[in-house]
């Protein structure tokens, strides 16, 4: 049972223009959402979050909106940069688990220059 | 700052032989988490620790894996016997707080790349 699913595997976009990373998930009971970003043979690190109170949370060129009617969120990258090319996981939490972290499966973001 | 220490960074053995991995937390961090990734999905938690004391390791194979953290520091996961499926990435983190996962308190390791034949 996946709570928190990233049905886009990969993608590729161009140097300048905007990244849109999407995550689904199913508990309702979530009320913390983050961004994890993964380079090869490194561990993930924090990138962003927004809690279940905010639709939108805004840092540099990272955007993370939260439709909390549709169990869904985003992360928009603008512009994408040929350095933003890693894995990048949907993590959710909430207080019924202990905000223990249920991440989804990731999705590979190549930017080409 | 140093980061969350893990060892050895890849070990490959055969099915049915046992294998170790190390964490050394961030200093200062209470909380001590171990995941597993296998290829093409995402971390899933098999062990939190909160000092020496386990928190949750409902999701762990207690069959064949173990883990300590006998003095609240390191800690010590261990899989024994190996079965091919536990060919996986073995992520150590850490929080400052029991409830690292709210917010970005949670650090990874780089992690211990496992291949089992």
């Known amino acids: 049972d996946q709570q928190v699913k990233q049905n886009s595997p990969s993608l590729s976009v161009q140097e300048g223009r905007i990244s849109i990373l999407n995550c689904d998930y199913t508990?309702?009971?979530?009320?913390?959402f983050l961004w994890y970003k993964k380079y090869p043979a490194e561990g993930p690190t924090f990138l962003i979050s927004?809690?279940?109170?905010?639709d939108k949370n805004e840092d540099g060129r990272f955007t993370v909106f939260l439709n909390k009617s549709a169990k869904h969120l985003s992360l928009h990258i603008v512009p994408s940069q040929p350095g933003d090319s890693a894995v990048y996981f949907c993590?959710?939490?909430?207080?019924?688990?202990?905000?223990?972290?249920?991440f989804g499966s990731g999705t590979r973001l190549l930017v080409r220059p | 700052e140093a980061g969350v220490a893990q060892s050895p960074r890849y070990k490959i053995i055969e099915k049915r032989q046992s294998v170790a991995f190390w964490c050394n937390p961030i200093s200062g961090h209470a909380t001590l988490y171990w995941y597993q990734q296998i290829l093409g999905q995402g971390p899933k938690l098999l062990i939190q620790f909160q000092n020496n004391g386990v928190v949750d390791d409902s999701q762990l194979p207690k069959d064949r894996f173990s883990a300590e953290r006998l003095k609240g520091v390191d800690s010590t996961l261990k899989i024994q016997p190996a079965k091919l499926e536990d060919s996986a990435v073995y992520l150590c983190?850490?929080?400052?707080?029991?409830?690292?996962?709210?917010?970005?308190?949670?650090?990874f390791g780089e992690g211990s790349r496992l291949t089992v034949l």
């Open positions: 508990n309702s009971m979530f009320d913390y």
């Open positions: 983190a850490s929080s400052l707080v029991p409830q690292g996962g709210r917010n970005g308190e949670l650090f």
């Open positions: 927004i809690s279940s109170i905010k």
């Open positions: 993590a959710a939490s909430g207080m019924d688990s202990s905000y223990k972290l249920i």
